[in-house]
């Protein structure tokens, strides 16, 4: 087999070394199983080139799947021209795209614009006792759909990719702090949990919450985005707010994030490191549940600083302090792994699409999607 990579591979995303890895199989021993050398392993998991037909089909029926779930094609598209419905001297690089007759129109996802607008359909309406629901889907409908809970906003992202690739699906995000997502999953009220918990010393921390919560359930840490957090304050900075210890300064109205947050516990240890204690400045016990409820605040001029992420306060027109970067991980019940959503949210974390769309939000990186984190056993 050659080793030069041809074009034909650019659009393929091999998905080889996630199923070795499943299987806990060095390249050695995966070389063994299919007849290979461990040389070629590399080179097919590095996507220097694809392998034949017939170790295609070793591969598969060694890992139990199919050809096409180790190797996903990258549908290429083309470039055409579109009408934004606000060209501002500076557009917004994310659209959302829609053809009025001949014309592709773009709406910018910018500011507020980014927030999807209107009410959501129900699946169902609870009965008086609130003991049964009334449906509104139909079943097969709602079987197809998988519940992600966790505070990451670009998981709206996700959800859309995932229907774009397998249209039945549905992703549903409700909105949580790391703690709860994973006490819920813990619960087995949600088939996927969000975490993203600030490392202390050497020590994953998304791994060592899930060790804990999640001690007797087989689960997969999964990279999903790396995302930019801090102190989101009004448009202009008018109080020159630089890091934590300007919170200290008497003026200055700050909101807080709930107990157990991840971005509060940030706090606490900035303002440890800096020598300052919560009770020295003003509104530390004031609490906001979400990033944009805080953000909101600030716009509306009952406070001048809270902790959010930068993208939240590019949508609200803010300024924003950067405080640190920190990874969002999914966690991924073993037993969920073959619902059909699920199997379809995995190959959308290795689409270059989704990527692409997340790399272009401001604060953001994608470097980690889609790696396998860890594995936590029972």
């Given at each position: 087999?050659?080793?030069k990579?041809s074009?034909?591979t650019?659009?393929?995303t091999?998905?080889?070394?996630?199923?070795?890895?499943?299987?806990?199989?060095?390249?050695?021993?995966?070389?063994?199983?299919?007849?290979?050398?461990?040389?070629a392993?590399?080179?097919i998991?590095?996507?220097r080139?694809?392998?034949n037909?017939a170790?295609?089909?070793?591969l598969?029926r060694?890992?139990?799947c199919?050809?096409?779930?180790?190797f996903?094609e990258?549908?290429?598209?083309?470039n055409?021209l579109v009408?934004?419905i606000d060209?501002?001297?500076?557009?917004?690089?994310?659209?959302?795209?829609?053809?009025?007759?001949?014309r592709?129109?773009?709406?910018?996802?910018?500011?507020?614009?980014?927030?999807?607008?209107?009410?959501?359909p129900?699946?169902g309406?609870?009965n008086?006792g609130?003991?049964s629901?009334?449906?509104?889907?139909h079943?097969?409908h709602?079987?197809?759909?998988i519940?992600?809970?966790?505070?990451?906003?670009?998981?709206?992202?996700l959800?859309?990719?995932?229907?774009?690739?397998?249209?039945e699906a549905?992703?549903h995000?409700?909105f949580?702090?790391?703690h709860?997502?994973?006490?819920?999953?813990?619960?087995?009220?949600?088939?996927l949990?969000?975490t993203?918990?600030h490392?202390?010393?050497?020590?994953?921390s998304?791994?060592?919450?899930?060790?804990r919560?999640?001690?007797g359930?087989?689960?997969?840490?999964?990279g999903?985005?790396?995302?930019?957090?801090g102190?989101?304050?009004?448009?202009g900075n008018?109080?020159n707010?630089?890091?934590?210890?300007?919170?200290?300064?008497?003026?200055?109205?700050f909101?807080?994030?709930?107990?157990?947050?991840?971005?509060?516990?940030?706090l606490?240890?900035h303002l440890?490191?800096a020598?300052i204690?919560?009770?020295?400045i003003?509104?530390?016990?004031?609490?906001?549940?979400s990033?944009?409820?805080g953000?909101?605040?600030?716009?509306?001029?009952v406070a001048?600083?809270a902790l959010?992420?930068?993208?939240?306060?590019e949508v609200?027109?803010l300024d924003?302090?950067?405080?640190?970067?920190?990874?969002?991980?999914?966690?991924?019940p073993g037993?969920?792994?073959?619902?059909?959503?699920?199997k379809a949210?995995?190959?959308?974390?290795?689409?270059?699409?989704?990527?692409?769309?997340i790399d272009?939000?401001?604060?953001?990186q994608?470097?980690?999607?889609g790696?396998t984190i860890a594995?936590?056993?029972?």
């Amino acid at each position: 087999m050659g080793r030069k990579k041809s074009r034909n591979t650019e659009n393929i995303t091999c998905r080889v070394k996630e199923f070795r890895l499943k299987k806990g199989w060095s390249q050695v021993e995966l070389a063994a199983n299919i007849d290979i050398r461990r040389q070629a392993v590399y080179d097919i998991e590095s996507g220097r080139y694809l392998p034949n037909t017939a170790i295609a089909l070793k591969l598969a029926r060694v890992f139990g799947c199919r050809v096409e779930d180790l190797f996903v094609e990258q549908t290429q598209y083309h470039n055409e021209l579109v009408h934004l419905i606000d060209n501002d001297e500076v557009p917004a690089t994310r659209l959302v795209l829609g053809r009025v007759r001949d014309r592709l129109v773009g709406v910018p996802l910018k500011g507020a614009e980014s927030i999807p607008f209107g009410l959501q359909p129900a699946d169902g309406l609870l009965n008086p006792g609130q003991k049964s629901v009334r449906l509104l889907s139909h079943p097969n409908h709602i079987d197809k759909s998988i519940i992600l809970m966790g505070c990451d906003p670009a998981f709206e992202i996700l959800a859309r990719h995932v229907s774009r690739m397998a249209p039945e699906a549905r992703v549903h995000c409700s909105f949580a702090s790391s703690h709860k997502a994973l006490n819920r999953l813990s619960d087995g009220m949600t088939h996927l949990a969000g975490t993203h918990l600030h490392n202390e010393g050497k020590e994953e921390s998304n791994v060592m919450v899930v060790k804990r919560k999640l001690s007797g359930m087989l689960c997969y840490v999964m990279g999903f985005s790396i995302m930019e957090e801090g102190l989101m304050v009004a448009q202009g900075n008018p109080l020159n707010i630089r890091g934590v210890a300007d919170l200290a300064q008497p003026e200055v109205r700050f909101v807080n994030r709930e107990g157990g947050a991840a971005l509060r516990v940030l706090l606490d240890d900035h303002l440890h490191r800096a020598g300052i204690l919560g009770e020295a400045i003003n509104g530390y016990e004031n609490e906001a549940r979400s990033h944009r409820e805080g953000a909101y605040r600030i716009a509306c001029n009952v406070a001048d600083a809270a902790l959010g992420l930068r993208i939240i306060a590019e949508v609200f027109g803010l300024d924003f302090v950067p405080m640190a970067a920190a990874r969002c991980d999914l966690v991924v019940p073993g037993d969920m792994m073959d619902h059909p959503t699920v199997k379809a949210l995995l190959d959308v974390l290795q689409s270059s699409h989704l990527r692409n769309d997340i790399d272009a939000i401001a604060g953001y990186q994608s470097t980690a999607m889609g790696n396998t984190i860890a594995e936590v056993g029972p």
